[in-house]
């Protein structure tokens, strides 16, 4: 399956040079962020009405959600989504290498407008939000005018600066959020991640802990491109509808929603349909340990889990001119400790040379 659009952060790291999760933090643990900058209005002289809050959708959606409503630690899932060796943490706004779009923190868009995303599957009565950028800001509980700051230095510095400028200003720029700034922006977007997460799943509340966790990073890391995954889709909808048909499997699946399925039989065949995909294989490691999630058994032992993922889900091989296609062997060593399988690759070259 090929996804249409890229990952951004990953896109960053792969412009860059450097190691990098997809959007993807330290949990904070708080239930409501802090509401946006309330507007006064004034009444009589010398007196003040209640402060107006701004109540939109995704305020709403923050305002309505409560740690009881999944059966994981939100506080968990930032720290996987800002995990510490994430070298793409960035407190200023800085080019998309793909499209130039501003993103900040750990891939946060910053002037993305509120997309449509109708609900394709009858059976789900759950919708989609995609709030603006601008809404997810106010969301998180910052001032609007700030959000204008940031957009217009970035704005100046790229009709001024090329991309060599770009990465090598990159991590020196001056923050424009703090680290808590970001990692709000962060727990919005995780929150938002949930909330679609009920719309791509019918039985997401009968899903385990683990297992909710993985369709929330799913939803984060790739947004409205999850929707390619339509065999994926299908699975953990079992039932008829449009899902089931763009997959191919009509004919095979019952009329109306089906019981969720928790043998291990069942979710290897949904595991299976995401090893195949194209995110799996450009992002490994990261696969790995979303796609074991989805083990019923993953709670009893989540190294083991990923251990059976790993097996199926081989390193890609690197085919580079004028040289033999890389093996699994290295392909694993460049994915899980890039660092180290660049010294060894120079040490190598260094005794090949002095062979020679």
Known sequence: MRIQQPFTVAALALALGIPA??????GTGVDTPAPPTPEVTSTHAGEQAAPAV????????????????????????????????????????????????????????LDLPARAHPQPDPLNPHPFLEPSSADLWQAAGFDPARLDDILSVFHERRSEWSKRTWRRQLFSLPPQISDEDAMQLVRVGAIQAIYNARAYCRN????????????????????????HFSSFLALVNPGAGPRAEAAGLTGTAQDGPVALDQ?????????????????????????????????PAYGDDPTAAERR???????????????????????????THRGHAHKAGRSTRTRSRKRA
């Open 204 to 227: 997401f509340d009968e899903l385990t802990g683990p297992q909710q966790m993985a369709m929330a990073q799913l939803v984060y890391q790739m947004g409205v491109n999850l929707e």
């Open 309 to 335: 993922v790993g097996v199926v889900l081989r390193p890609a091989v690197v085919h580079r001119r004028g040289r033999p296609a890389a093996t699994t062997r290295e392909i694993a060593a460049t994915t």
């Open 263 to 295: 043998t291990s039989e069942y979710w290897t065949g949904v595991q299976k349909s995401l090893m195949t995909t194209q995110w799996a294989r450009l992002y490994r490691t990261r696969a790995i340990s979303v796609i074991a999630m989805l083990d």
């Open 21 to 26: 999760f997809a959007q993807s933090t330290s």
């Open 54 to 109: 701004i109540s939109t959708p995704a305020v709403k959606m923050l305002e309505d959600f409560r740690a009881s409503d999944v059966k994981f630690d939100l506080s968990e899932l930032l720290d996987i989504l800002r995990d510490h060796r994430h070298e793409g943490w960035v407190l200023a706004a800085y080019p998309d290498p793909k499209t130039s779009q501003p993103l900040i923190g750990a891939g946060f868009s």
